[in-house]
């Protein structure tokens, strides 16, 4: 009757690329690769905990060039509250995304350093 088993399912599943958060353990939460493209995923909570930032942080993502993590896509963002505002987006971080991005990377080398001598030498990370 039916020509696909449960676990064929998730092995196919599996093998999806996957929207990484660029947070490890919640990747690993959501399923190993992040959110798995050509499926619904639906994130629930009270207002201001963070659905829209996540949603937004995954458009933002999935278009990132595969070289830095991304999936070198396109993507969608559906605003079915009319909240959204293009305008405010462009204002607020394109202007100064260099900047932000020079800062980030400038932090995450310092943080890194730090974070990495304090691993014990024989951690995976």
Same mark, same amino acid.
């Given at each position: 009757?039916?020509?696909?088993?449960?676990? $064929?399912?998730? /092995? /196919?599943?599996?093998?999806?690329?996957?929207?990484?958060?660029?947070?490890?353990?919640?990747?690993? &939460?959501?399923?190993?690769?992040?959110?798995?493209?050509?499926?619904?995923?639906?994130?629930?909570?009270?207002?201001?905990?963070? @659905?829209? /930032?996540?949603?937004?942080?995954? =458009?933002?993502? &999935?278009?990132?060039?595969?070289?830095?993590?991304?999936?070198?896509?396109?993507?969608?963002?559906?605003?079915?509250?009319?909240?959204?505002?293009? $305008?405010?987006?462009?204002?607020?971080?394109?202007?100064?995304?260099? @900047?932000?991005?020079?800062?980030?990377? /400038?932090?995450?080398?310092?943080?890194?350093?730090?974070? =990495?001598? &304090?691993?014990? @030498?024989?951690?995976?990370?």
């Amino acid at each position: 009757m039916f020509t696909k088993t449960c676990a $064929d399912l998730l /092995q /196919q599943e599996a093998r999806l690329p996957g929207i990484i958060t660029f947070c490890k353990d919640l990747d690993h &939460a959501i399923g190993h690769s992040g959110v798995s493209v050509g499926l619904i995923t639906e994130f629930c909570g009270p207002p201001g905990s963070g @659905k829209t /930032q996540m949603c937004l942080q995954l =458009c933002v993502n &999935a278009n990132l060039p595969k070289e830095l993590g991304g999936l070198g896509g396109k993507s969608l963002y559906l605003d079915t509250n009319f909240g959204f505002s293009p $305008d405010r987006l462009r204002g607020e971080y394109l202007e100064d995304f260099h @900047k932000r991005i020079t800062l980030t990377t /400038q932090s995450f080398v310092r943080n890194c350093n730090s974070m =990495c001598s &304090a691993l014990p @030498k024989n951690s995976p990370y």
